[in-house]
């Protein structure tokens, strides 16, 4: 599945599938400029926790380029992740699903994962 992005006002939805067995996943660059992430919603497919990469950024590379954020989902993990303080980016918002932590490593997971991000554009 490709990126799929929903507006309405500054509202964005963002949902990414990433495929099973993927041997190097793509990083999804969903807007360029600055936006508040409130909400992170996973569906993690797979029996062993996963990584949501985020950067403020455009075109970041995955596995060589430090995240800002690193999310660890669950194995088997279905819902939302509840974000107390909105993260801010003021470049833009790319993220990626990872099966490490950290900066190294680019692999996808061995199971299809579904992510979806609600996010407001601007600095405010």
Not at 52 to 55: C, V
């Given at each position: 599945m490709a990126l799929a992005i929903a507006e309405t006002d500054n509202m964005v939805i963002a949902r990414e599938q990433f495929s099973a067995a993927a041997t190097e996943v793509a990083v999804a660059d969903i807007l360029a400029g600055?936006?508040?992430l409130y909400g992170v919603s996973v569906k993690n497919g797979d029996a062993s926790t996963r990584y949501?990469?985020?950067?403020d950024a455009a075109?970041?590379?995955?596995?060589?380029?430090?995240?800002?954020?690193?999310?660890?989902?669950?194995?088997?993990?279905t819902g939302g992740?509840?974000?107390s303080e909105p993260l801010v980016f003021s470049t833009g918002l790319s993220f990626v699903m990872v099966t490490v932590g950290g900066t190294a490593g680019a692999t996808g997971p061995t199971a299809a994962?579904?992510?979806v991000l609600t996010l407001k554009k601007g600095a405010s």
């Open positions: 600055p936006c508040r949501l990469r985020l950067w075109n970041p590379v995955n596995g060589t380029t430090a995240p800002d954020h690193v999310i660890p989902i669950t194995a088997s993990k992740l509840g974000i994962t579904d992510v």
